[in-house]
């Protein structure tokens, strides 16, 4: 009896200990909830046991991340964490208790949802949605409400793949596409996601070799004095040009950059880059020229920021006043009070800080007080609509009186218009930046970028003869045209039609050297060209009247030769009119070239 006593207490220890295992290895400690393996192993079950019946296997797997919860540990610490998260799993069981779906937690703050036999599409959304309302309500911790959001993945089968391994691979894709949009959403699964994630592995993985293989490179975007239109300073743009791909846009790599942490390295090269051409362009007698270097949310976390700045500086033997850091609004406001802290010790070197892209963050008034900041950037789509939106002129208007108050220099970007410029001046906006003054330019060694073709100093004079230019020979042109019609009476039509000729070809130069250096918004390089095509047709048809008749005469004596033996068109009303379209006409597209030329480039 003893002995078999042992073995019954043995035999039972083994059973406890095979549960025990089999609970390690399949079920989540924290939640309880079936972890990876078992949600794996359960999922690919059901779909054996459709194609086992003759069914097609058919359902919906969801991969759900929490957003933004490692603030939770890093504000409560760890035990918090993982209360909210035996909530989290309790909410999520009660969102599928009355069905036959299989939850689980992959680890971390992801959980999985498999939906054997949901298949509509409109369903799927309808139990996303149901999640996100779950989080709607806070999680509670010793009085103290937290709020938490989900982003989730979709992914249907048979559609997305017809194994556990590919929906869930697929799911987490959709979802990580979701997390980048702003978290607390959903997005189904698409072919393109995949194709765009294995283009973003790809390009970070040439992006890491590119600093060392001579990739990338600097263009500078010269910034003009509002007065006197004279290039004080230069924005550096890093720019990178692939040995296969050709030139990548930034809005391409420099997001890759962020995600993959690239952008400290690279963004240390800029800074490097940018001191040591600036000091180039001190050392040929431009002492006033500023260089200014844009700062990613990425690097201003980085403790070693300010040892960054402190050796390039010292490398490239640059003056800290002749640098100027650009910082995102939205970057500053993020954390404002260490943003505080970090600007206070930029600015204890020397450094000069701007607040980039103003306006479209959410800025407080009393932290942009407390900033030591110099200068504000408004964002160019205010700049953009300038005297066209009222609501974005105020806002201009409003940020110019903002930063007077507070003794701050004003900066617009985006500027492309003579109108811009006027409007800005009329503001007291004290510096200029945009295509209108000059395109990036590439730093060439001993070349200030004001020397270059096309620079700001040297666009009025070119304006203003290309004015009167262009208004006197639309004008002697114009007249030409009227003199000839009224005037001479022997050929009157065909040099009437030459001279209308001459406006046409005169209008499509000056056409020419609007659309490309008169800095107009789409809308007037709209009208500008709808004037042109018909005021061409229209002389075109005058000068052509006469010889649309002659030829039409010939083709129907040809024709009726042979049909009719003989037919003749009179020519005579073609004659008739097409003076009377030249008196009309002419002048009113004249005098329309006049007033365009009047105008100059507004």
């Given at each position: 009896?003893?002995?078999?006593?042992?073995?019954?207490?043995?035999?039972?220890?083994?059973?406890?200990?095979?549960?025990?295992?089999?609970?390690?290895?399949?079920?989540?400690?924290?939640?309880?909830?079936?972890?990876?393996?078992?949600?794996?192993?359960?999922?690919?079950?059901?779909?054996?046991?459709?194609?086992?019946?003759?069914?097609?296997?058919?359902?919906?797997?969801?991969?759900?991340?929490?957003?933004?919860?490692?603030?939770?540990?890093?504000?409560?610490?760890?035990?918090?964490?993982?209360?909210?998260?035996?909530?989290?799993?309790?909410?999520?069981?009660?969102?599928?208790?009355?069905?036959?779906?299989?939850?689980?937690?992959?680890?971390?703050?992801?959980?999985?949802?498999?939906?054997?036999?949901?298949?509509?599409?409109?369903?799927?959304?309808?139990?996303?949605?149901?999640?996100?309302?779950?989080?709607?309500?806070?999680?509670?911790?010793?009085?103290?409400?937290?709020?938490?959001?989900?982003?989730?993945?979709?992914?249907?089968?048979?559609?997305?793949?017809?194994?556990?391994?590919?929906?869930?691979?697929?799911?987490?894709?959709?979802?990580?596409?979701?997390?980048?949009?702003?978290?607390?959403?959903?997005?189904?699964?698409?072919?393109?996601?995949?194709?765009?994630?294995?283009?973003?592995?790809?390009?970070?993985?040439?992006?890491?070799?590119?600093?060392?293989?001579?990739?990338?490179?600097?263009?500078?975007?010269?910034?003009?004095?509002?007065?006197?239109?004279?290039?004080?300073?230069?924005?550096?743009?890093?720019?990178?040009?692939?040995?296969?791909?050709?030139?990548?846009?930034?809005?391409?790599?420099?997001?890759?950059?962020?995600?993959?942490?690239?952008?400290?390295?690279?963004?240390?090269?800029?800074?490097?880059?940018?001191?040591?051409?600036?000091?180039?362009?001190?050392?040929?007698?431009?002492?006033?020229?500023?260089?200014?270097?844009?700062?990613?949310?990425?690097?201003?976390?980085?403790?070693?920021?300010?040892?960054?700045?402190?050796?390039?500086?010292?490398?490239?033997?640059?003056?800290?006043?002749?640098?100027?850091?650009?910082?995102?609004?939205?970057?500053?406001?993020?954390?404002?009070?260490?943003?505080?802290?970090?600007?206070?010790?930029?600015?204890?070197?020397?450094?000069?800080?701007?607040?980039?892209?103003?306006?479209?963050?959410?800025?407080?008034?009393?932290?942009?007080?407390?900033?030591?900041?110099?200068?504000?950037?408004?964002?160019?789509?205010?700049?953009?609509?300038?005297?066209?939106?009222?609501?974005?002129?105020?806002?201009?208007?409003?940020?110019?009186?903002?930063?007077?108050?507070?003794?701050?220099?004003?900066?617009?970007?985006?500027?492309?218009?003579?109108?811009?410029?006027?409007?800005?001046?009329?503001a007291q906006c004290d510096l200029f930046q945009g295509f209108h003054f000059s395109q990036p330019l590439l730093g060439e060694a001993g070349r200030h970028p004001s020397l270059?073709?096309?620079?700001?100093?040297?666009?009025?004079?070119?304006?203003?003869a290309w004015r009167r230019v262009a208004t006197g020979l639309a004008i002697v042109l114009g007249m030409a045209g009227l003199l000839l019609t009224g005037v001479v009476q022997?050929?009157?039509?065909?040099?009437?039609?030459?001279?209308?000729?001459?406006?046409?070809?005169f209008g499509a130069l000056y056409l020419a050297w609007l659309l490309r250096f008169g800095g107009l918004d789409p809308g007037e390089r709209n009208r500008v060209t709808a004037?042109?095509?018909?005021?061409?047709?229209?002389?075109?048809?005058?000068?052509?009247?006469?010889?649309?008749?002659?030829?039409?005469?010939?083709?129907?004596?040809?024709?009726?030769?042979?049909?009719?033996?003989?037919?003749?068109?009179?020519?005579?009303?073609?004659?008739?009119?097409?003076?009377?379209?030249?008196?009309?006409?002419?002048?009113?597209?004249?005098?329309?070239?006049?007033?365009?030329?009047?105008?100059?480039?507004?």
């Amino acid at each position: 009896i003893e002995r078999e006593l042992k073995g019954a207490a043995a035999r039972s220890a083994v059973r406890q200990a095979d549960t025990r295992i089999m609970e390690l290895a399949n079920f989540d400690k924290l939640s309880s909830l079936p972890n990876h393996n078992a949600f794996c192993a359960r999922v690919t079950e059901s779909i054996a046991e459709c194609e086992t019946s003759g069914s097609l296997p058919c359902g919906t797997l969801l991969y759900i991340d929490l957003d933004r919860f490692l603030r939770i540990n890093s504000s409560f610490g760890y035990e918090t964490g993982n209360e909210i998260l035996r909530q989290a799993s309790s909410r999520l069981k009660a969102c599928i208790a009355d069905s036959d779906a299989i939850l689980a937690r992959f680890g971390g703050d992801e959980f999985g949802i498999y939906c054997p036999g949901l298949t509509e599409r409109a369903s799927a959304q309808s139990l996303a949605e149901h999640l996100k309302q779950v989080f709607e309500a806070p999680f509670m911790h010793t009085g103290i409400e937290l709020y938490l959001t989900c982003s989730v993945g979709i992914a249907l089968m048979p559609d997305d793949g017809r194994q556990v391994y590919d929906l869930l691979m697929n799911a987490e894709t959709a979802m990580a596409t979701a997390k980048r949009g702003g978290g607390n959403g959903f997005r189904f699964y698409v072919r393109e996601m995949n194709a765009n994630s294995a283009e973003r592995i790809a390009m970070e993985s040439e992006l890491r070799h590119a600093v060392e293989r001579d990739e990338l490179f600097l263009q500078f975007q010269p910034c003009v004095d509002a007065a006197t239109l004279k290039t004080i300073g230069v924005e550096a743009l890093v720019r990178w040009r692939h040995p296969e791909r050709g030139l990548i846009p930034p809005d391409r790599f420099i997001p890759i950059a962020d995600e993959s942490g690239l952008i400290v390295d690279i963004g240390e090269w800029v800074l490097r880059q940018s001191c040591c051409q600036a000091k180039g362009w001190h050392d040929q007698g431009y002492a006033d020229l500023s260089v200014s270097v844009n700062v990613s949310a990425v690097q201003f976390a980085q403790p070693r920021l300010l040892d960054t700045v402190n050796r390039a500086l010292a490398d490239a033997g640059l003056q800290p006043q002749a640098l100027t850091l650009e910082i995102t609004e939205s970057v500053i406001m993020h954390d404002a009070e260490s943003a505080v802290g970090m600007l206070r010790a930029l600015k204890h070197m020397g450094v000069r800080i701007s607040i980039d892209d103003f306006g479209t963050g959410y800025s407080s008034l009393s932290y942009l007080k407390r900033f030591p900041i110099d200068i504000l950037k408004i964002d160019k789509s205010f700049v953009h609509t300038l005297g066209i939106n009222d609501e974005d002129t105020a806002i201009v208007h409003a940020i110019m009186a903002l930063a007077k108050s507070l003794r701050l220099v004003t900066i617009a970007e985006g500027v492309e218009t003579v109108r811009q410029v006027e409007m800005l001046q009329k503001a007291q906006c004290d510096l200029f930046q945009g295509f209108h003054f000059s395109q990036p330019l590439l730093g060439e060694a001993g070349r200030h970028p004001s020397l270059q073709p096309g620079n700001a100093a040297d666009r009025p004079a070119l304006r203003s003869a290309w004015r009167r230019v262009a208004t006197g020979l639309a004008i002697v042109l114009g007249m030409a045209g009227l003199l000839l019609t009224g005037v001479v009476q022997v050929d009157a039509v065909a040099l009437a039609g030459r001279a209308t000729i001459g406006i046409v070809l005169f209008g499509a130069l000056y056409l020419a050297w609007l659309l490309r250096f008169g800095g107009l918004d789409p809308g007037e390089r709209n009208r500008v060209t709808a004037i042109f095509i018909l005021s061409m047709a229209a002389a075109m048809f005058w000068a052509g009247f006469e010889q649309a008749g002659s030829t039409l005469n010939l083709f129907a004596e040809r024709f009726t030769e042979r049909r009719f033996g003989g037919f003749e068109i009179p020519t005579g009303w073609f004659q008739t009119l097409n003076p009377i379209f030249i008196i009309t006409l002419a002048p009113l597209f004249a005098n329309l070239w006049v007033r365009l030329a009047a105008r100059g480039l507004e």
